[in-house]
Nanobody, 118 residues
Framework: QVQLVESGGGLVQAGGSLRLSCAAS????????MGWFRQGPGKEREFVGR????????YGLESVKGRFTISRDNAKNTLYLQMNSLKPGDTAVYYC???????????WGQGTRVTVSS
C-alpha cells in the first residue's frame, strides 16, 4: 500500500512557475513508477509524464515538454513536478499516482489544483 498526498498547487499568472510535490508513505516507494496526471475543467484526464525507479523520464504531452520537469527523491519518498512558463491551458487538477510491477496506476493522491490566469 502507498498513500500519496499532493501539495504545491495554487493560482499563478501566465508565465509563472510552480513546483508540485507528492509525498508518499508506505512501502518501497523507490520501486514504483510514479506518474503525474491532470484533469482540466470539462476535459478528460491526461497523462503528463512518469518517472520509474531508474529516473528515466517520459512525458506524455507535447505541450509540456521543455516546460515541465518530473523528478523524484527516493530518500525523501517524494515526487516532484516543476512547471515553468505556465499557460492558462495548464489549468487543471494535478494528480500523482503510483504504478507497480503490473504497470497499473493503483494508487492515487487526492489532487492539487493549479489555476493559471492570463
Amino acid at each position: 500500500q502507498v498513500q500519496l498526498v499532493e501539495s504545491g498547487g495554487g493560482l499563478v499568472q501566465a508565465g509563472g512557475s510552480l513546483r508540485l510535490s507528492c509525498a508518499a508513505s508506505g512501502r518501497a516507494f523507490s520501486m514504483y513508477t510514479m506518474g503525474w496526471f491532470r484533469q482540466g475543467p470539462g476535459k478528460e484526464r491526461e497523462f503528463v509524464g512518469r518517472i520509474p525507479w531508474s529516473g528515466v523520464r517520459e512525458y506524455g504531452l507535447e505541450s509540456v515538454k521543455g516546460r515541465f520537469t518530473i523528478s523524484r527523491d527516493n530518500a525523501k519518498n517524494t515526487l516532484y513536478l516543476q512547471m515553468n512558463s505556465l499557460k492558462p491551458g495548464d489549468t487543471a487538477v494535478y494528480y500523482c499516482a503510483a504504478s507497480g510491477a503490473d504497470s497499473t496506476y493503483s494508487y492515487w493522491g487526492q489532487g492539487t489544483r493549479v489555476t493559471v490566469s492570463s
